[in-house]
């Protein structure tokens, strides 16, 4: 490869002109450009529909399908309408789904989160009853279940860290109990991937791996996402426990901590606007990597694509070729079925 490389830099005699042509290298990156076969033969990053993972908001009821306004082509499903649409998406070869639950109740502690028979447990047994093969990732936080709509047990109006991370484990082992394959915590409360991990090996779930989303900023681009999961919160931000979005040293220390912790796959969040980290994350550990292009980057390309100033098949494989360039092996996004549809 060096001598490759040193071959490259040095300079190569001149072709003989021809005709009245100037004089040329000998290497022509053109040549390998002249077709889709050529292209598709030395093409060095792929976008490929089994390293895809599809957001679903799932709610009760029985029938359900409440388009999100800010999100075209998204919506809130029942149980019933997930489980359909898990079977669509693996026709499609999309592998794997990430749940959201929309509880009907909420309460200062997200005691829903933890029903037994609560709107997540339930999609998990529907979507494996229907589709045996998808693999379900849960989503571990209390932001959609609390009546405040932040991420944890509040005192004093603040998130208290310790209280919330034995509360999110106790989540996470009903949803690994509830048949889960992955947990994916989102909730950014130092230590808790760690309390997880304890969890779910002591309640006989050690084979059950955590995706965290271990760089998780403080992003403009959520909103979306919270109208979707009826999760904005009742007062206040998020930015005490989300990352500052300027700091990516931080970020490299907060993989590190949910690797020693136990973190089977690392997230970055959101994805486009983070590609930088991405790549320093994947250089840095050479761990396995999930971006999530979140409801933000999806909603700014389809408002482009509905003026026709995009064309949307292709800005949504390009976008996610550049998460995936950057170093991301998962990418989760919201266009993951209309990809793994546009890639076959």
């Known amino acids: 490869m060096a001598s490759t490389v040193a071959a ?24 390998l450009r002249r077709s889709e076969a050529l292209r598709r033969l030395v093409r060095e990053t792929r976008v490929d529909a089994a390293r895809l993972v599809q957001p679903l908001f799932v709610v009760p009821g029985s029938g359900v399908e409440r388009p999100v306004r800010a999100m075209p082509g998204v919506a809130q499903l029942s149980v019933d309408r997930a489980a359909e649409t898990c079977r669509q998406l693996a026709d499609q070869g999309v592998p794997a789904v990430l749940l959201f639950g929309v509880p009907e109740h909420k309460d200062a502690r997200g005691s829903s989160a933890l029903d037994p028979h609560g709107v997540i447990p339930r999609a998990l047994e529907a979507i494996r009853r229907a589709v045996p093969e998808m693999l379900l990732l849960a989503d571990v936080c209390l932001c959609e279940y609390t009546d405040h709509g932040h991420c944890g047990v509040l005192r004093d109006g603040e998130v208290d860290n310790d209280p919330t991370i034995e509360r999110l484990a106790e989540v996470a082992v009903a949803y690994a109990r509830a048949g889960a394959d992955m947990i994916a915590p989102s909730d950014m409360m130092d230590g808790r991937v760690g309390a997880i991990r304890r969890a779910l090996d002591e309640a006989a779930f050690p084979q059950v791996p955590i995706m965290s989303y271990a760089a998780k900023f403080a992003s403009a681009l959520y909103g979306p996402f919270r109208e979707a999961a009826a999760s904005a919160p009742a007062f206040g931000d998020r930015r005490g426990y989300q990352m500052d979005p300027a700091n990516a040293e931080e970020a490299l220390r907060e993989v590190a901590l949910d690797i020693e912790e136990g973190a089977d796959i690392v997230m970055v969040k959101p994805a486009t606007f983070y590609l930088d980290v991405i790549r320093r994350v994947k250089e840095r550990f050479a761990w396995p990597v999930a971006a999530y292009q979140v409801s933000g980057e999806y909603a700014m390309l389809r408002a482009a694509a509905a003026q026709g100033w995009l064309d949307e098949a292709r800005v949504a494989e390009e976008s996610v070729l550049a998460i995936r360039r950057a170093g991301a092996d998962i990418v989760i996004t919201y266009f993951a079925g209309m990809l793994a549809r546009t890639l076959r």
């Not at 190569?12 to 040549?31: D, E, Q, V």
């Open 8 to 31: 490259l830099q040095t300079p190569t005699p001149a072709a003989k002109p021809i005709g009245g042509m100037s004089r040329f290298p000998a290497y022509r990156p053109r040549r």
